[in-house]
């Protein structure tokens, strides 16, 4: 399994978040958003309807039903996976489950936080051992993705 670190730096994750939803819904792709915070479900819901004028990202959460047709499902619900995502994007330090099965994971962490910068090294060191495939993207000073090696 393929697992993307995104070190937020300079961008917040609702600025940055929605374009990675852009691209994956793009893709064909289904992806599922866990986050442990009730109150951030709502908040990326409607996040999704509102952060840039003109843009589409279909998306929904429980309450709205039909969660096996959405291609972008956000949960706190640690143990589904409604859409059959291909993808699963972790916010809010949820971790990597053993029995998670996806293509690729998709991990947000504020590297201003030096709580979540901690947390976020030990998941790397963790999950190195066990011979993931690990991938380590930086936002450089002018926003873009910077892949380090």
Do not use: C
């Not at 691209?23 to 952060?51: F, P, Q």
């Not at 003109?54 to 429980?62: Q, R, T, V």
Request: hydrophobic content about 35%; cysteine-free.
């Amino acid at each position: 399994m393929r697992i993307d670190f995104y070190h937020l730096k300079k961008t917040p994750l609702d600025r940055a978040l929605p374009v990675i939803l852009e691209k994956i819904y793009a893709s064909g792709k289904h992806a599922l958003l866990r986050t442990d915070l009730t109150e951030r479900v709502s908040y990326i819901n409607s996040l999704l309807w509102t952060y840039e004028p003109g843009s589409f990202i279909p998306h929904g959460e429980e309450k709205d039903g039909l969660s096996n047709k959405q291609p972008i499902f956000i949960t706190t619900n640690r143990e589904i996976n409604p859409n059959n995502a291909q993808y699963l994007i972790l916010i809010d330090g949820v971790p990597i489950l053993e029995n998670d099965s996806f293509e690729r994971v998709f991990y947000f962490f504020n590297g201003l936080e030096e709580n979540e910068l901690k947390k976020a090294r030990e998941l790397w060191k963790s999950l190195k051992s066990r011979q993931f495939e690990l991938h380590y993207w930086q936002q450089a000073p002018n926003g873009r993705w910077d892949e380090k090696v």
